[in-house]
């Protein structure tokens, strides 16, 4: 057999194995070879594309540019992708177009340099794109709508939960030793479930706040943690804490939010340190191109695995039965928080053998 034969059966064996539908054609776009996966997707006969200008197989619309760009291409012929960032439609012989991604390649052979042409039809993975999509525009519509609520609902909650500790307040002052002593003892389970509630729906208020109205500014996080270790200063040295950190980068984020992350971090790792253990915290960073990968560690009492989510829902709290305060915000503030920002956060750690808080920031351009 001839080399020339060979080379050729070679050619039409590597082609016809490929999972794409593929055309050859040449520089004045006239198909000459055709695959059996291309025959299919086209709904033609090879007999019938063999000769043809490929155009035909190109929606009316796009019929017009075709030709300039197929120029373009014989003029410069390099590997490529077709259509840029352009969506790319083909039609088949029944009429019936379909999205497609197109591979050009130039084949140089002895007599000529053809386009190689593989073409895959795309229907499905569009049809996946749009639905996910759309639910993601179903979840922001919907993520904006329970924020509207939450604002709304917390807002408009304060104002019957400030009458109720008003009359409380004028019942204890005005009715003290004119009504029953037992009566008179059920406002203050009343009064304090009162405030409790008043703080909820402060802190729910504030949740819904947050990042509102804030923009971003460029801010050095060694002075932003030295402005945090100054405002938990009381409960710092009372405890007897002991707090290193690495040198942190200048960054672009909201600067009061990121205040308040690193304070709530701060301030459980202190909280929930083990009694008669001097609290040790740790704070450092790892760049990754794209995005800082922070970590605040402690030295505590740790959590459960099975905990690790749970925490970072809001007003989910574990430890209920320490003296320790909170109203299991902080940690969801944190998340909210780390997620204006782009980034995730999580937690490592053992129950009894310390925690480990880490969050990403996405580095903003
Ligand atoms: P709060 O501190 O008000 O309880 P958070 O949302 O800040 O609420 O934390 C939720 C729960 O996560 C806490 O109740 C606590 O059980 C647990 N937790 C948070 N930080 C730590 C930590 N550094 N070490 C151990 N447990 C922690």
Not at 87 to 115: C, Q, R, Y
Not at 124 to 138: P, Y
Not at 159 to 188: A, H
Not at 342 to 349: F, H, L, P, Q, T
Request: include cysteine.
């Amino acid at each position: 057999m001839s080399e020339i034969k060979l080379s050729e059966l070679t050619f039409q064996a590597i082609v016809e194995a490929s999972p794409s539908a593929i055309l050859l054609v040449n520089k004045v776009g006239r198909i000459v070879y055709v695959n059996t996966l291309a025959e299919k997707l086209f709904e033609y006969e090879r007999n019938e594309l063999i000769g043809q200008l490929i155009e035909i197989l190109i929606p009316d619309r796009f019929k017009a540019k075709h030709p300039h760009c197929r120029e373009e291409f014989v003029k410069s012929p390099v590997s490529r992708p077709m259509g840029g960032n352009r969506d790319l439609f083909a039609i088949k012989k029944s009429k019936k177009e379909f999205p497609v991604e197109i591979g050009l390649n130039p084949l140089v052979t002895a007599d000529e340099t053809l386009i190689l042409t593989s073409i895959i039809d795309i229907t499905e993975r569009k049809k996946m794109e749009s639905i996910v999509k759309e639910q993601m525009l179903q979840l922001e519509s919907k993520n904006h709508e329970l924020e509207r609520f939450n604002y709304i609902a917390s807002h408009d909650l304060q104002e019957p939960l400030r009458t109720i500790l008003n009359f409380t307040q004028i019942i204890e002052e005005d009715f003290s030793g004119k009504i029953d002593d037992e009566v008179f003892s059920y406002l203050y389970p009343i009064r304090d479930s009162a405030q409790r509630m008043q703080v909820l729906v402060r802190s729910l208020l504030d949740f819904s706040r947050l990042g509102r109205n804030s923009t971003v500014s460029e801010v050095n996080c060694n002075n932003l943690l030295k402005e945090v270790m100054a405002d938990l200063n009381s409960i710092i040295n009372e405890n007897n804490v002991k707090i290193t950190s690495d040198t942190l980068p200048v960054l672009k984020v909201y600067e009061v939010e990121f205040r308040q992350l690193f304070q709530n971090l701060i301030n459980n790792a202190i909280k929930f340190s083990k009694k008669e253990v001097r609290p040790e915290i740790s704070i450092g960073c790892s760049d990754h191109g794209a995005y800082v990968e922070f970590y605040v560690s402690d030295n505590g009492i740790g959590i459960e695995q099975k905990d690790f989510d749970k925490i970072f829902w809001i007003f989910h709290r574990l430890n209920i039965d320490e003296k320790s305060e909170g109203y299991g915000i902080g940690l969801a503030n944190c998340k909210k928080i780390v997620e204006m920002h782009g980034g995730k956060i999580w937690v490592e750690s053992k129950l009894d053998a310390g925690s480990i808080f880490k969050f990403t920031i996405q580095k903003q351009k």
